[in-house]
């Protein structure tokens, strides 16, 4: 098995979103805000190359949404997912198996793009199952109020029709040792939206564990500092404790989709509870 961490593109949000009751005062020493109130964020992906198989986890915003949609979100910088496979020797043909952790935008906007004259919609990676499981699909198809602009039909009803799509998981399972054969655990965590899935890889003698939006940037440690996006904020109360707790215990690398300026980071325990211990890049752990 062999990983790489692929650069889908940065972005930014609003700070006060991000942080949700914490006041920016205390959340800017960590992720500093623009004159907007926006911090800078990550779509960053991970590609698992496992024997014949090229697993992406996340595919990032994509490219077929308006100028309009994405002058919200205040594009930066120069990576994109075509440039970062290729970086690697990698084409999006190639992917075998697309997995998302969860259907919002921002982390499965590009596993469907426009087809040839803009007529209609057509999958990214043409030879790649479609992975997400049925709870959290069943929720994205029909969203509640809150979450319905982060599950964009553009993006979601594509990959049903495609006939690419698979489910994993069983249903009142927390923990998966291992996904469809994908070969890698799974944890569900309902937090941050139903069923979003956190990959968990034994991968050179350590478990690095993609984090999706149980975790999206290393200013979010401590317990409180939950997104106000997030919808059941106390259930990723609990969710966080219990994770960051064992995570710290057991040395974990924690890969941050997210964040902008750290991709790998490890904790530790405190007086005032579990706390950052290290950041690294990919490179200075993995090569």
Known sequence: MTLYPIEAGNFKLDGGAMFGVV?????QKTNPADSNNMIDMAARCLLIEDGERLILIDTGMGNKQSEKF???YYLWGEHSLDNSLKKFGFHRDDITDVFMTHLHFD????????NKDHSGYEPAF???RLWSNDEHWEWAVHPNAREKASF???NILPMEESGNLHFIGKKGKKYLDEAADLGFGVLFADGHTDKQMIPHIEYKNKKLVFMADLLPTAGHIPLPYVMGYDTRPLITLDEKKEFLDKAADENYYLFLEHDAHNEIITLKNTEKG???DQTYTFNEIFN
Do not use: D, M
């Open 23 to 27: 006041p920016k005062s205390i959340w």
């Open 70 to 72: 994405f002058s919200y």
């Open 107 to 114: 982390h499965c906007g590009g596993t469907i793009q426009w």
């Open 126 to 128: 043409k030879n790649a």
């Open 152 to 154: 964009l039909k553009e």
């Open 274 to 276: 579990v706390r950052l």
